[in-house]
């Protein structure tokens, strides 16, 4: 039976653990709060910024049966089928 050896603990220091007087990126800690001009910086910055322009658009991977599904075009179309047929099914009539 070959003897277990055991590791020492902290014999490596690890890269990634946080050090002693480590300060964040830019000064900014946890439970620090944003000012109202920065605030109003970033609100500028992403406004009228949609589709392609937009900082999470991924390609346009939606589906074209989705996108026509939830459009504003298709939503009114439903609603005035329902409203031309009194809200009731037209092959069983509402049974």
Same mark, same amino acid.
């Given at each position: ?13 690890? !890269?990634? @653990? ?5 300060? %964040? &990126?830019?000064?900014?800690?946890? +439970?620090? =709060? ?8 970033? !609100?500028? @910055? ?5 589709? %392609? &322009?937009?900082?999470?658009?991924? +390609?346009? =991977? ?17 609603? %005035? ?15």
């Amino acid at each position: 039976m070959r003897p277990v050896k055991f590791r020492a603990y902290n014999t490596k220091p690890n !890269r990634t @653990s946080f050090k002693k007087g480590h300060k %964040k &990126l830019g000064g900014f800690v946890k +439970g620090s =709060k944003h000012t109202e001009i920065s605030k109003d910086k970033v !609100r500028q @910055s992403l406004l009228n910024k949609t589709g %392609k &322009l937009a900082r999470n658009w991924q +390609g346009g =991977k939606t589906p074209l049966q989705i996108i026509i599904r939830y459009s504003r075009k298709m939503e009114e179309w439903r609603k %005035k089928i329902f409203e031309r047929d009194n809200y009731t099914c037209r092959k069983f009539g509402g049974e």
